[in-house]
């Protein structure tokens, strides 16, 4: 393994403007069908890493030696990708990061990383919203289910973007490997991650939501729910928990109206 005191040659600037050209600089890697290793593990230790800095300058500078690959290349290439996927803002004030020091809770930040990971990359969330969603739990995917959405949406990059698509599933919990076959499975579904993201997505301060505009996104999709009737009663009992203010009919439309702004629930440490 290269010594780790090395990697400052290959970050001489662990500077936010620094990181700003690498995130954009994958951005237009992502616009051309491309998609990197998921690095899910890299990543959740990422987030750690981050709530513990005090500036997103910081944060850069200690992330590589923080990534588990031998080569600086390599770990340059893996820092790159997650800061595009979880700190494109240049910030450690990110939801993950106020997630993690509110509550220190392992399984509550992979519950909201993962959604944010299918935001992030648009394949991924495809997969899951077009593709995995629609199929019951419970059921054999055929054996050339992710190589037939590779050959799809990775172009040149298809072998490469159907076998991190498979991997990324199952980090993420959408499917299970059964006797050398892919199963689809239900993703275990977080009341608090639910709740957090619903505000981050459409009510960052209180507002009133229609459950049509929810309805008519893929964040219900990527947090799991099998139908919007399943949203619908996950966020009624918020209401019953006074969370969320209530939930109404009004001319044929189910509309919510929050009582706290997402600021309000970290500050809080409210969870559902």
Known sequence: MEPKENQSELFPGATETGAGVRVKRYARRKAVRQLWDILWPDSIRAVQVAAACVSFEEFVTRLPGEMTQTSLQTRGRAVTTILSRFFADLTVDTLPCRVWRTWNDPALLEAVMGPLLLQSEPLLGRLVA??????????????????????????????????????????????????????????????????????????????????????????????????????????????????????????????????????????RGLRA
Not at 179 to 195: H, K
């Open 130 to 267: 077009e593709r995995l969603h629609p199929i019951p739990p419970g059921s054999m995917l055929p054996l050339d289910f992710f190589r037939q959405y590779g050959d799809e949406v990775g172009g040149r990059n298809a072998i490469n973007v159907s076998k991190r698509c498979a991997g990324a599933m199952r980090n993420l919990g959408w499917i299970a490997r059964v006797r050398g076959r892919s199963v689809r499975v239900q993703p275990r579904i977080d009341p608090t991650a639910v709740l957090l993201l619903l505000h981050r997505e459409y009510a960052p301060t209180p507002r009133i939501v229609d459950l049509e505009e929810v309805a008519a996104g893929s964040l219900w999709k990527h947090l799991g729910f099998a139908s919007v009737q399943e949203l619908r009663g996950c966020i009624e009992s918020f209401v019953d928990r006074g969370l969320v203010a209530r939930f109404v009919q009004v001319d044929r439309l189910d509309q919510f109206t929050t009582r706290y702004s997402l600021d309000e629930l970290l500050e």
